[in-house]
């Protein structure tokens, strides 16, 4: 979503007490203060890391971290860029950037990884931005991840190395044309989700089966609110690398849910209630992702060499 139209959207002020704690007041200049409750919030105050050093990176939309090669991360810009991806250090030092080939970004809005049963990682990117609701069908791209070096520092969107030919499954809504910034791949199954983007009701959340080659049909299985106004303004998410735990955010603040001890059946996970996570000063937070383990959150922002932010569990 563009800046000028966000700053339109919220060039007023909302409270609403009725929300309670994670409730965000929304000021006449775009930003807010989460109204976090630090007793009750599943982690403590965000730390930053240090900025994101490439030039090139000016919305950084999601973040993933690699499951495959420590310390390394990676982000995309929002719509209007090349089918880029950036890796990045623990100190938001450029590590490289890649052409995915065989994909092209008309609105790619999150990132996700997923570590398969051969040990072998692979970057998800979704093309699911749909701000004007013109398209009817949309993608999620995955492409074997790159791997760092030295040398791969040097590379930048003027002179990008590429990746290997992404594979793409497209999907459709059951529902309708939708908008969407938020994509998760499960840890063991594969199964991608996305998550819509909503100002005047909660988010749906959907599923899709990982049919790369194909197109398919999206299947609506719950509907997240996160205690906030608006309520279904989601921008980034990630699943935690042992299946337990959901991450996502909004402009202003994060949420985390998680699967309660003993129930194995993952999708309960969408019935349990957000609890608001402190992430931290963003100027427009839209992603947000899990470390190697669930015990760590990682965020980003859109502008110029935005924070990496890192918030640990208590």
């Known amino acids: 979503m563009s800046n000028k139209t966000i700053t339109k959207f919220f ?7 009725a929300c309670g704690a994670g409730c965000a007041a929304f000021h006449t200049d775009g930003r807010s203060v989460a109204n976090v409750d630090s007793d009750r919030s599943p982690f403590g105050k965000p730390t930053v890391l240090g900025k994101i050093a490439s030039d090139d990176i000016i919305e ?32 938001g030092e450029n590590l490289g950037t890649w052409k995915v080939q065989g994909a092209t970004n008309i609105d790619w809005e999150d990132i996700a990884e997923f570590k398969d049963a051969s040990g072998r990682c692979f970057i998800y990117i979704g093309e699911i931005g749909n701000n004007g609701k013109k398209h009817s069908e949309q993608a999620v791209y995955r492409v074997g991840e790159p791997v760092i070096s030295p040398d791969t520092a040097k590379s930048d969107t003027k002179s990008p190395l590429e990746t290997d030919a992404a594979d793409a499954v497209k999907f459709t809504y059951p529902d309708g044309s939708l908008n969407a910034e938020t994509l998760m791949v499960h840890p063991t199954t594969g199964d991608i989700y996305v998550l819509t983007k909503r100002h005047d009701a909660p988010s749906s959340v959907y599923k899709i089966k990982p049919e790369f080659g194909s ?25 935690s690398p042992d299946g337990k735990h959901v991450a996502i955010c909004d402009y202003y603040a994060g949420y985390e849910l998680t699967l309660p001890a003993n129930d194995n059946d993952f999708d309960d996970i969408w019935k349990q209630t957000p609890e608001p996570i402190d992430l931290g000063d963003r100027k427009q937070g839209e992603a947000i992702g899990y470390g190697s383990n669930a015990n760590t959150l990682f965020a980003t922002s859109e502008g110029k060499h935005p924070p990496l932010i890192e918030v640990k569990r208590k």
Do not use: Y
């Open 60 to 91: 950084s939309s999601g973040i993933a971290v690699s499951k495959c090669q420590p310390n390394v991360f990676w982000t995309h810009n929002d719509s209007g860029d090349g089918p880029f991806i950036f890796a990045i250090g623990p100190k």
């Open 11 to 17: 060039a007023f002020v909302i409270f609403v007490a």
């Open 215 to 239: 197109t398919v049909i999206a299947e609506k299985i719950a509907e997240v609110k996160v205690p906030a106004v608006p309520n279904g303004l989601l921008t980034g998410g990630d699943i």
